[in-house]
C-alpha cells in the first residue's frame, strides 16, 4: 500500500513539474527528494576559426537531499584542443539549489531558488564568454523563479559568474573580464498527453530558452536562443534533443553554435523501506 501511495506521489509531482524541466537552464523546482538520478550531457558545436566540431560529454549525478535541496556533481570531458580529437578528461563541478519560496494553487505553482556552482579545470582558456560548465575554473551564484500555469511554465533566472586560473597550466588572461552577468529565459509546454491517465505514459514537451551573459568590465555580451523537444519515459527516463543558435555576441566565441543530446534516469526512494 505504501508503495502504491509513493507512485501517486510521483505521479503526481511529475503532472506538475514536467515542462519544468528545460535543457540548458534550470528552473526553480528540484528533483524529488529521496530520488538518484544520472544523466549524460552531450554536446557537438560548431567551430568558428577552425574546421570541425569539438565535442563535450557531462556524466552526472544528481541526489534530491529534500524538497527544499539537491545537489549535483559534474565531470566534463572534451576533444576539444586535441590534435587526435581524442577526448580527455577536463575537470569537474559541484552544484547545489535551495528552494526557498513555493506557493501553489489548483493547476499552478510559483517557486524561487537559491543555486551555487563550483568548477575546477584544466583546459586552455580561449574564449572571453564565462562558462564554468565545462570550459573555466570558477564559482557562480544566482536566483531563478519558475511560474507553473496549466501546462506552460516560464522560468528566468540571473547569476554572477567569477572565473578563476585554469590550473595547472592556464592563468586568466589579465586583458579579459573574469567577472561575468548572467540571464535566462525559458518557456515550456506540454503538448503530449493531453489528459493523464497513468503515470507511464509518455510526456512531450517543447521548450524554447534565451541565454544571455554580459561581461563586468567591458560589457560585452551576446545571446543564444535554445529550442528543444523533450520526452519522459515511464516517469523515469528523459532524453532532451536541443540545438543552440546564437542571436548576436560582441565578445569572443570559439563555438557558438550547435546541438545538445542529454539522457537521464532517475531512481526514486532510494532510502527504502525502512524495518518495523
Known amino acids: 500500500m505504501k508503495k502504491v501511495l509513493y507512485l501517486l506521489l510521483i505521479f503526481i509531482s511529475i503532472q506538475a513539474s514536467a515542462q519544468e524541466l528545460f535543457v540548458v537552464s534550470e528552473p526553480a523546482s528540484n528533483v524529488p527528494a ?9 554536446s557537438r558545436m ?61 493547476h499552478r505553482h510559483f517557486r524561487m531558488s537559491a543555486f551555487g556552482r563550483y568548477s575546477f579545470n ?65 518557456f515550456g509546454k506540454l503538448m503530449y498527453p493531453r489528459h493523464y491517465s497513468d503515470f507511464r505514459q509518455t510526456n512531450i514537451n517543447l521548450m524554447v530558452e534565451f541565454v544571455g551573459q554580459t561581461l563586468n568590465e567591458n560589457q560585452k555580451s551576446f545571446l543564444d536562443v535554445v529550442p528543444s523537444i523533450q ?9 532532451d534533443l536541443a540545438y543552440k543558435q546564437q542571436l548576436y555576441s560582441s ?10 543530446l542529454s539522457l537521464q534516469y532517475t531512481f526514486f526512494n532510494i532510502k527504502g523501506k525502512k524495518s518495523n
Do not use: C
Open 34 to 42: 529521496g530520488s538518484l538520478a544520472f544523466k549524460l550531457g552531450q
Open 46 to 106: 560548431k567551430e568558428k576559426f577552425e574546421e570541425g566540431f569539438n565535442y563535450h560529454m557531462m556524466p552526472e549525478i544528481i541526489w534530491g537531499i529534500s524538497k527544499e535541496l539537491m545537489v549535483r556533481a559534474s565531470g566534463f570531458i572534451s576533444n576539444r584542443g586535441s590534435e587526435n580529437r581524442d577526448l580527455k578528461t577536463e575537470g569537474g563541478s559541484i552544484y547545489a539549489k535551495y528552494r526557498f519560496l513555493s506557493t501553489d494553487d489548483l
Open 122 to 186: 584544466n583546459a586552455d582558456i580561449h574564449q572571453e564568454e564565462i562558462e564554468t560548465m565545462g570550459h573555466n575554473s570558477g564559482f557562480e551564484a544566482g536566483i531563478v523563479a519558475t511560474q507553473l500555469t496549466n501546462k506552460i511554465a516560464i522560468s528566468t533566472s540571473i547569476s554572477m559568474e567569477k572565473a578563476l586560473d585554469n590550473k595547472p597550466d592556464y592563468v586568466f588572461p589579465d586583458n579579459q573580464s573574469d567577472i561575468a552577468f548572467n540571464y535566462t529565459l525559458s
Open 231 to 239: 520526452f519522459i519515459v515511464n516517469s523515469q527516463a528523459r532524453i
Open 251 to 260: 565578445m569572443l566565441r570559439s563555438a557558438p553554435n550547435g546541438v545538445y
